[in-house]
């Protein structure tokens, strides 16, 4: 049996070798795009309400886990009130959907508050689109989905 479980073990270390080194290198769009993405939570939590005000578009629109819409004004006055006190982004992925504009979706851990008293789902699912204006992406649309127990 210890020879059994010694071989299954050194099966399951070599294919996870394998798995990380298939892992492609990221295109300098994902890597932008990724750092961007993380770039957010990092200026809401640190206050940078300057910022968000450069890196989201006029018509920023942002659904929260709540199921609420919000626009850039209510986002950017929301970090100025430091509501999100600390985070953990990972899974990140990105879709470009043409040259001027990508989907990244990633899994969030998140402390703050939403509404009066209650505190915001601390495990989310999120998607950002990002569309290109000019020669800088800048992020157009936030979502935010709590990640069910089941999940």
Do not use: C
């Amino acid at each position: 049996m210890n020879k059994l479980a010694s071989a299954i073990f050194v099966v399951h270390l070599s294919l996870a070798a394998f798995a990380q080194t298939a892992t492609k290198p990221l295109s300098p769009l994902e890597q932008a795009l990724i750092d961007s993405t993380k770039a957010i939570p990092e200026a809401q939590k640190t206050k940078n309400t300057e910022f968000l005000k450069r890196t989201l578009t006029d018509d920023f629109r942002v659904v929260g886990s709540e199921g609420r819409l919000h626009d850039k004004e209510e986002f950017v006055g929301d970090a100025g009130d430091g509501q999100l006190r600390d985070y953990t982004v990972y899974n990140l992925r990105v879709l470009p959907v043409d040259d001027n504009a990508a989907l990244v979706t990633y899994d969030g851990i998140i402390h703050m508050p939403e509404g009066d008293t209650d505190m915001a789902p601390r495990y989310q699912h999120f998607s950002d689109l990002w569309v290109k204006q000019g020669d800088q992406w800048k992020l157009r649309f936030q979502q935010a989905t709590p990640r069910r127990p089941i999940d």
